[in-house]
């Protein structure tokens, strides 16, 4: 007879106990890949419902207060003047857009495109002057045979060019129901309010998840007010002042505006050329040019205005912080991505640094 000890009995128990736990640990984990692949495809647009919702709540509230707290009307109101006065001026952008880069790709391919004959002083620029000027003459003068020697790249660039314009669509039927979605989630604000507290007490521990909640809540709104939305606004503000003045290219100059905003600098640098275009196209009366001058200035000089109203009520966050997250969120999302992108890494940098400021050894090591 074989005698087990008592050491041989907690071995075995605690090698049982110890493959429960692997096995639970597996099952979860394997749920948690099964439950993200079945949510990957909405992630983009649910991070931006849930950006637009803690963003617009306030608003929301507001207006709920207005109408005797009725939740669902305040929160059906917000979304449809956010289709009205959003979601509409970024589909005609989009769609000029789309239309700009398919109508290049379309005479590229059929060689109708006729460029101008470049100017002398090009050929004495320091460095790449001569190159510029022998490629640009050579287009000027023979585009059909530069157009045929660039085949391989101007056909996988017309792929891609087009593969960009069917996105734009996507992406506009994601902006609206990303609305639809943060109309959902405002009209039950209060029970996400508490949802996402209990959230962070789980994970942050007791005591600290309300202020992690705080922080969260402020960061989105600072980076999705203070940046993102004067960024947004300019944009459409633009976009829309171009449209108005025919200026051709108006929804890919509202896009480099957004951009440009995004990374802080002055829409002008897309106002000014477009100013020049419509002195020098010889297509407008002095008085319309003098109309949409103004018009143009205006809207390029709308973050002035923007810009007192909505970036005091924000959360510190360096400027390389957002900026990253933009164009990183952009390149793997697109135009939502590049909101969500620039949201999302601000607010963690927020949390990481929260955490760092929270540590408890810091404080003992000052009173030493």
Known sequence: ??????????????????????????????????????????????????????????????LAGKIGGKQGLAATIVVVGGIVLIVTPTALLMDSFGSSVHRLVGVVQQNTLEVPAPREGIREWPIVGPKIYDFWS????????????????????????????????????????????????????????????????????????EPFARLSTATIRAVAQGVIGIAFVQAILVGLALLVAHVPWAGVLAAITLVLSVAQVPALIVIIPAIVYIWSSGDYGNGAAIAYSVMLLLAGMADNVLKPLMLGRGVDAPMPVILLGALGGMATGGILGMFVGATLLALGYQIFMGWVAANPDSHTAETR
């Not at 008592?6 to 984990?29: C, H, K, N, T």
């Not at 530069?146 to 790249?153: G, H, I, N, R």
């Open 1 to 62: 007879m074989s005698h087990v000890g008592p050491d041989d009995r907690l071995e075995r128990r605690v090698a049982s106990q110890l493959l429960d736990v692997l096995i639970r640990a597996g099952l979860i984990g394997v749920l948690a890949v099964l439950c993200y692949v079945v949510f990957a495809p909405f992630l983009t647009l649910m991070a931006w419902a849930v950006i637009l919702a803690v963003t617009l709540y306030p608003l929301h509230r507001w």
């Open 138 to 209: 050579r287009a000027h003068t023979d585009l059909p045979g530069l157009v045929e020697s660039m085949q391989p790249k101007i056909g996988e660039l017309a792929r891609k060019a087009l593969a960009v314009v069917a996105n734009i669509g996507l992406g506009v039927l994601q902006f609206l129901a990303s609305f639809v979605v943060a109309g959902i989630m405002m009209a039950y604000g209060e029970a996400g309010t508490r949802g996402s507290r209990a959230i962070f007490e789980r994970i942050v521990g007791g005591g600290r998840g």
